[in-house]
């Protein structure tokens, strides 16, 4: 029994190694010589998409993270379906709910015209995210750039490792811990729900049955979402500032106003309370902690060096 115990310690500390090796290779200036106009390049195609499209900020961030939690962030979840990979964008948290994959698509053709074959999209994703936030008022971050893209993508690992939105406080604290993350961590990314949309059928079971949400609150949205059909009507999760970065959607949580089952367990008696307590009431601690989870989920399972490759083609693994 103590071999086995020792045999998985020294597992999880070359893993802890790896990691930090893994990391030590990024560098937010990893293209200033190979491709120096990359990032100004990116940044104006993502702020062009915004500007035809506001609710592209909130998609943009979730594609980072549905990116990252499923194999790393590695640009698995921009692969269309062939005979060799089950796509991701056909997994239950992403199928008719994730959007972005044509403004990476086309910030990426932007690069390629510059310098084909240098940027990889793995870092296309993590930089549209964080020019997405610093677009529509929330934090700016230095993006740790020299990522590789994976080769495969697992619409079955998607299934089983994304978040739901009727998870418990327990479940998504375990979810999050299994990357790397602590609650304070996943309590500072929900954050960016305030820019969000969710559709009924997400909710319904919420704003009828629960008894922790705001009788007023439930009400206004039992207008747009029946309990029979509109199930893919969308509500903005944030009434308030529904396309600002900002602190509110801590604030609704504290009045029982989240709006799916998700958000509200963050404040519902459990462990994270204090936490979204001191973001409702200091959004600058928030938006420091936004930003440092952000940079810490960017490390998640990356692909560098020789591994993985550069694809010419976001939706593509190169020939």
């Known amino acids: 029994m103590a071999a086995k115990a020792g045999a998985a310690a020294s597992f999880m500390f070359m893993l802890f190694l790896l990691n930090i090796a893994s990391q030590a ?6 293209y200033d010589s190979s491709c120096p106009n990359a990032l100004s390049t990116i940044r104006t ?10 609710r592209m900020a909130a998609s943009l961030i979730r594609l980072h993270f549905h990116d990252c939690f499923v194999q790393g962030c590695d640009a698995s979840i921009l692969l269309d379906e062939t005979t060799s990979i089950q796509s991701e964008k ?4 992403n199928l008719n709910s994730a959007r972005g994959y044509n403004v990476i698509d086309k910030a990426k053709t932007e690069v390629e015209k510059i310098c084909p ?10 930089v549209a995210a964080r020019d997405a936030s610093a677009y529509v008022g929330g934090p700016s971050y230095a993006v ?3 990522r590789r893209d994976s080769t495969t993508a697992s619409r079955t690992l998607a299934n089983a490792e994304l978040p739901a939105f009727f998870e418990s406080l327990e479940s998504l604290i375990s979810r999050f811990q299994k990357k790397g993350l602590t609650a304070r961590d996943m309590v500072a ?12 059928f997400t909710f319904r079971e919420r704003i009828y049955n629960h008894s922790n949400i705001d009788a007023g609150f439930a009400s206004t949205r039992r207008r747009r979402c029946p309990r029979v059909g509109s199930d893919s009507t969308l ?7 529904p396309n600002s970065f900002d602190n509110n959607y801590f604030k609704n949580l504290m009045q029982n106003k989240g709006l799916l089952q998700s958000d509200q367990v963050l404040f519902n008696g459990g462990s994270t309370d ?14 420091s902690d936004f930003g440092s989870a952000m940079i810490k989920m960017g490390d998640i399972g990356l692909l560098i060096g020789s591994s993985g490759q550069i694809r010419r083609i976001c939706s593509a693994v190169n020939n």
Do not use: M
């Open 25 to 30: 290779q990024l560098s937010p200036t990893f």
């Open 45 to 54: 195609a993502i702020r062009s998409a915004i500007a035809s499209d506001r």
């Open 90 to 93: 056909t997994a239950l948290g």
């Open 117 to 126: 074959g240098v940027v990889s999209c793995a870092d296309i994703i993590a």
């Open 144 to 146: 740790k750039l020299g």
């Open 189 to 200: 990314l929900s954050g960016s729900h305030t820019l969000g949309q969710a559709q009924c």
């Open 235 to 241: 509500a903005p999760l944030d009434l308030v500032t």
């Open 274 to 287: 204090s936490i979204v307590s001191e973001y409702s009431r200091n959004p600058a601690r928030f938006r």
